[in-house]
């Protein structure tokens, strides 16, 4: 027996008893979802026009357990890179109707607590991890808030990701610098204690070190802080030891940008007296006419974002590992190895 609210707007239950199916049919045949017969999706739809009903976001949000947001996990803030991977995902992501949650856990503790809480759960339909690296424990949190988690930077068993393949192109790098004829390369690292960036600088000292043994030589490492200012203080460091080497591979191009400022503050020419060669392909690596290893962010962002997209279709698809290609990009601060030491 029908008891719709006189003089009010119709409800989805109404719509519901004249129809003579559930909520949950209501739901899903006016979303245009599988798993509704053809004649019970027709008999809904007659029953919503003759109520007038008109779904409400929320009530269909309730129906579906969807919330339309898409959680922003960033575990080294302030870097170029990843605020230019969350604008290219973030295109794909508002383009299909989400909103994005945004967590910069740019601080142990913070990082820390974040894991314990997981603020996202029942917040958000999936969860994009900017992070090189999670440790167990973090994974085992992600795995209970029970939505598709994606990585940009790193892997994580049963979810998707993309990522580069940061060993090969460290031996890419650095097969350059050794061609060149340079014997004496000092890799600056950053000395950031996160996991992420832990597995990054583990990775690519891997490929330098790789091609230096191929060839009987032996690299010296140089750890800093991260960033430019981490950069500029290597270099003081080479330079006050008096000890300069004939190149620098920089594992990130705010470390190069950094180390050639000082570089030609101190009258140091580059790369006649030293070479120097990042990592990244920073927006202010051209302007420096910096030689550095590419990766596109755009294309991490917009590949991790179409990910998620497909695991929550009405199809899920599987997670993927998507390894994406880099490139030497070769300008003006790397060159033939000097003769003799610098000034």
């Not at 129906?63 to 947001?69: G, I, L, W």
């Not at 029970?146 to 650095?174: E, F, H, K, W, Y």
Request: charged share 25%; hydrophobic share 40%; aromatic share 4%.
């Amino acid at each position: 027996m029908e008891n719709h609210r006189a003089g009010g707007p119709a409800h989805i239950d109404d719509v519901a008893r004249r129809a003579g199916v559930s909520t949950a049919t209501v739901s899903r045949s006016l979303r245009g979802l599988d798993r509704v017969a053809p004649g019970t999706r027709q008999r809904v739809a007659k029953a919503a026009e003759e109520l007038h009903y008109v779904a409400s976001p929320a009530a269909s949000q309730l129906a579906s357990r969807r919330t339309h947001a898409i959680g922003v996990v960033v575990t080294s803030g302030g870097r170029w890179f990843w605020s230019e991977v969350i604008s290219a995902a973030e295109r794909v992501l508002r383009g299909a109707g989400y909103d994005l949650l945004l967590y910069l856990l740019d601080e142990a503790s913070g990082r820390r607590q974040f894991f314990d809480l997981m603020p996202v759960r029942r917040r958000v339909d999936a969860v994009l991890v900017l992070a090189a690296s999670v440790t167990t424990r973090e994974q085992e949190a992600l795995r209970e808030v029970d939505v598709p988690i994606q990585l940009v930077g790193g892997r994580m068993t049963g979810s998707g990701s993309v990522r580069i393949d940061d060993v090969g192109a460290a031996v890419t790098a650095t097969r350059h610098l050794v061609a060149l004829g340079h014997r004496d390369v000092v890799m600056v690292c950053s000395d950031a204690t996160d996991p992420s960036s832990r597995r990054t600088t583990r990775l690519r000292r891997t490929g330098f070190d790789r091609v230096l043994g191929e060839h009987g030589l032996t690299g010296r490492i140089l750890s800093t802080h991260p960033g430019i200012d981490g950069g500029a203080a290597a270099a003081e460091q080479l330079l006050s030891q008096g000890d300069l080497p004939t190149a620098i591979f920089a594992e990130a191009d705010e470390l190069a940008l950094g180390a050639l400022r000082t570089f030609r503050r101190a009258g140091i020419a580059v790369p006649d007296d030293i070479s120097v060669l990042g990592f990244d392909d920073h927006e202010l690596a051209d302007a420096v006419d910096l030689t550095t290893v590419a990766r596109s962010p755009g294309a991490h962002g917009h590949s991790a974002a179409m990910q998620l997209m497909a695991t929550l279709g009405p199809s899920p698809a599987r997670p993927t590992d998507v390894v994406l290609p880099t490139r030497l990009v070769l300008r003006g601060t790397t060159g033939p190895a000097r003769d003799g030491s610098a000034s």
